[in-house]
């Protein structure tokens, strides 16, 4: 069960990280 939770935690890491790139991307791609 520990193992799970903090496979789910690593899972919602990677995810978070992935959404702030692609709105930093978004955001650079529509100041052109």
């Known amino acids: ?10 899972i919602i890491k990677v995810l978070s990280d992935a959404l702030k ?5 978004e955001g650079h791609f529509s100041l052109k």
């Open 1 to 10: 069960m520990f193992i799970f939770l903090n496979y789910t935690c690593k």
């Open 21 to 25: 790139k692609v709105k930093l991307f």
